[in-house]
């Protein structure tokens, strides 16, 4: 079965850090790009990090370029690999679900990446308390 299913969203306190997991099943991950997007209550979806390790170019939005690593679990066979977003000092902007996302054509626009994505995951919520 061809999924995404993420994991590893917690409560943070501001200047904390987490790791989300992104466990990609069914489908060969080195042969796309995957990455990551985020929603905030009533606002739109953005792209924050994406990996296209056959072509090793990685991308970052703006607003997380110095905080955030996206890698995946191993350099072998791409097949149900694991895909992890790290943050560090993350701030009151950052809380939101954070969804595991492939698709193509992923761009920066401003301070955020878009893309057109094909796969979802159902998305794991990071909160930061101040």
């Known amino acids: 079965q061809v999924q995404l299913v993420e994991s590893g969203g917690d409560l943070v306190q501001t200047g904390g850090s987490l790791r989300l997991s992104c466990q990609a099943s069914?489908?060969?991950?080195?042969?796309?790009?995957i990455g990551w997007f985020r929603q905030a209550p009533g606002k739109a979806r953005e792209g924050v990090a994406c990996?296209?390790?056959?072509?090793?170019?990685?991308?970052?939005?703006?607003n997380v370029k110095d905080r955030f690593t996206i890698f995946s679990d191993s350099p072998g066979p791409g097949y149900n690999k694991t895909v992890f977003l790290q943050m560090i000092d993350l701030k009151p902007d950052d809380p939101g679900v954070y969804y595991c996302?492939?698709?193509?054509?992923?761009?920066?626009?401003?301070?955020?990446?878009?893309?057109?994505?094909?796969?979802w995951g159902k998305g794991t919520q990071v909160t930061v308390a101040s």
């Open positions: 069914g489908f060969d991950v080195d042969m796309y790009a």
């Open positions: 990996i296209r390790a056959r072509h090793g170019v990685k991308l970052y939005a703006e």
């Open positions: 996302a492939v698709g193509a054509a992923w761009v920066p626009r401003g301070k955020i990446l878009t893309a057109s994505i094909d796969l």
